[in-house]
């Protein structure tokens, strides 16, 4: 029988993932939608048969004919799902970050060790990217020899409303802080932020562009440009450095166009487009996974230590500073 899933808020995330869910993903069914505004719910199930809307995740822990949670909530609303879920045993894809700072994540942590298994998936789409599988695959064959230094470009057309300075690090860089830890397979030990000329695009409160300098434990230093208010559309690219070689990911998307007078192609409007098909693997490796009793991408404890990157980088934002990351000991569960 298929999975009966319970998608948690019905935003851009959440409408993107139900439609996914409910015509691409095989071994899963929607069963339920959960958003506090219930005329967007009910409009979120209305094409879905057998689904209900709810406008609390208290009525989804109550019925006992659902097999999983995908949270797509903001990030500040996602410990108060997590830790009910957790003791109950359900399993959830939360979507990032797992919550905004480093102690509500290792709360986190510290349910999901008392559960006594991993239950929780977190959305770090890019590892099923295959740019990004590509890139891990020749760093940890050492095809051109050790990896010396990584370059990210993360930049968005416009942020929504409401999206803070600390945002675009909580929300944005946190995708970088994991790709880095995807990446080289370390954690990261320090986190730099500096802050320039600012756009007159970014609202009132936020800085933008920032650029992020991190440092991992063997000492690959990884930068990002975080340009949230770009305008003129999405991108996530990478480029590598190695000892016999420079290798790039996450270019412009095909066709390509030569024709009288100019070329090019188009533009990638936003992560829906850009992701696309590694939201669809992603969700259908969770799918598979849950299935098995077990997870199927990045743990809880990826959402914990990014967590703690994004707490070091917030206050790298003001201080100005190199801010070294703490992390609690990994606990035998994630070993
Ligand atoms: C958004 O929430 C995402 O997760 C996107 O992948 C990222 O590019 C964007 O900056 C975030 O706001």
Not at 134 to 155: C, D, V
Request: some cysteine; aromatic content about 8%; charged content about 25%.
């Amino acid at each position: 029988a298929p999975l009966r899933i319970a998608v948690v808020g019905a935003g851009r995330m959440g409408a993107d993932h139900i439609e996914r869910l409910h015509r691409r993903i095989a071994g899963a069914e929607v069963a339920a939608v959960v958003d506090i505004d219930r005329p967007r719910a009910e409009a979120a199930v209305a094409h879905i048969p057998g689904a209900v809307a709810h406008t609390d995740f208290q009525e989804v822990l109550d019925r006992d004919d659902i097999d999983a949670a995908l949270l797509a909530t903001p990030g500040f609303l996602h410990e108060q799902v997590l830790l009910p879920a957790l003791g109950k045993g359900l399993p959830v894809l939360c979507e990032k970050p797992l919550t905004p700072d480093a102690e509500s994540s290792w709360r986190v942590v510290q349910a999901e060790v008392a559960a006594g298994r991993q239950l929780v998936q977190v959305g770090f789409m890019r590892r099923f990217d295959t740019g990004y599988l590509a890139l891990r695959r020749m760093i940890e064959e050492r095809t051109y020899g050790e990896l010396l230094t990584l370059h990210h470009q993360h930049r968005n057309p416009t942020t929504p409303p409401g999206f803070t300075n600390e945002m675009i690090i909580n929300d944005s860089v946190v995708h970088e802080f994991d790709a880095v830890r995807f990446f080289t397979g370390e954690e990261i030990v320090s986190v730099q932020v500096r802050i320039g000329r600012s756009t007159r695009n970014a609202p009132e409160g936020q800085r933008d562009p920032q650029l992020v300098l991190m440092e991992t434990e063997s000492g690959v230093l990884a930068q990002v440009e975080a340009y949230v208010n770009a305008r003129f559309g999405y991108q996530v690219s990478t480029q590598a450095s190695f000892e016999t070689g420079v290798v790039g990911i996450g270019g412009d998307q095909e066709p390509y166009v030569r024709t009288e007078g100019r070329w090019g192609g188009s533009v990638t409007p936003g992560f829906e487009e850009r992701f696309a098909e590694a939201y669809d693997r992603e969700i259908q490796a969770w799918v598979e996974a849950t299935a098995r009793g077990e997870i199927g991408g990045p743990s809880a404890w990826d959402g914990y230590a990014t967590a703690a990157c994004c707490e070091a980088g917030v206050r790298a934002q003001s201080s100005g500073e190199t801010v070294p990351v703490h992390l609690e000991a990994k606990p035998s569960l994630y070993a």
